[in-house]
T-cell receptor
Framework: AQSVTQLDSHVSVSEGTPVLLRCNYS??????LFWYVQHPNKGLQLLLK??????LVKGINGFEAEFKKSETSFHLTKPSAHMSDAAEYFC????????????FGKGTLLTVNP | NAGVMQNPRHLVRRRGQEARLRCSPM?????VYWYRQLPEEGLKFMVY????????ESGMPKERFSAEFPKEGPSILRIQQVVRGDSAAYFC?????????????FGDGTRLSIL
């Protein structure tokens, strides 16, 4: 069975400090993993994707994520938070048994304080 | 705008009415996916369609919900005799063709409210 667990429903950071959003997955197949961001009343925007190439993936807006197979994790990080980063973040799994049926985590709401 | 277009953005219906949600995929994309997002939840897969074909509707409720993607025009998600529990955000995504590493591109969603 495929599943995604986002370990924190809410993360609050100060502007200029690092961001860490945690994600663990379970998959019977070699996974493809994505991080999407959702701003209020908007759709989902792709931040980055892991597709079995490099384990450290760089995305847009300074975000990156590291795929760790031994830990079944795909945590999202950013060295310095910006106010515009405040949004909901979803870790998403596409695990090959069905190459279109995405499995979403429940989301992590990121708050950035001035 | 070459992105996935959904309309309306907001839709209010009374219990028992019908709701029709429309989705135009990105240019060049012939595969459409519908997802539902309940409050404080991630998105849940509902249905996958290609032009004139339903490929997988395993996430659709068995009653009152239907989807189509005609040869011409947008994909339509139709909910008949809506109930309060249908209140949610409905998102459409599209892709050129489904592959493990191919991201789906999402529209801004339709927020459905049932009075």
């Amino acid at each position: 069975a495929q599943s995604v667990t986002q370990l924190d429903s809410h993360v609050s950071v100060s502007e200029g400090t690092p961001v860490l959003l945690r994600c663990n997955y379970s998959s019977s197949y070699s996974p493809s993993l994505f991080w999407y961001v959702q701003h209020p009343n908007k759709g989902l925007q792709l931040l980055l994707k892991y597709t079995s190439a490099a384990t450290l993936v760089k995305g847009i807006n300074g975000f990156e994520a590291e795929f760790k197979k031994s830990e079944t994790s795909f945590h999202l990080t950013k060295p310095s938070a910006h106010m515009s980063d405040a949004a909901e973040y979803f870790c998403v799994l596409n695990s090959g048994g069905s190459n279109y049926k995405l499995t979403f985590g429940k989301g992590t709401l990121l708050t950035v304080n001035p | 705008n070459a992105g996935v277009m959904q309309n309306p953005r907001h839709l209010v219906r009374r219990r028992g009415q019908e709701a029709r949600l429309r989705c135009s995929p990105m240019k060049g994309h012939s595969h459409v996916y519908w997802y539902r997002q309940l409050p404080e939840e991630g998105l849940k897969f509902m249905v996958y369609l290609q032009k004139e074909n339903i490929i997988d509707e395993s996430g659709m409720p068995k009653e009152r919900f239907s989807a189509e993607f005609p040869k011409e025009g947008p994909s339509i998600l139709r909910i008949q005799q809506v109930v309060r529990g249908d209140s949610a955000a409905y998102f459409c995504a599209s892709s050129p063709q489904p592959r493990d590493n191919q991201p789906q591109h999402f529209g801004d969603g339709t927020r459905l409210s049932i009075l």
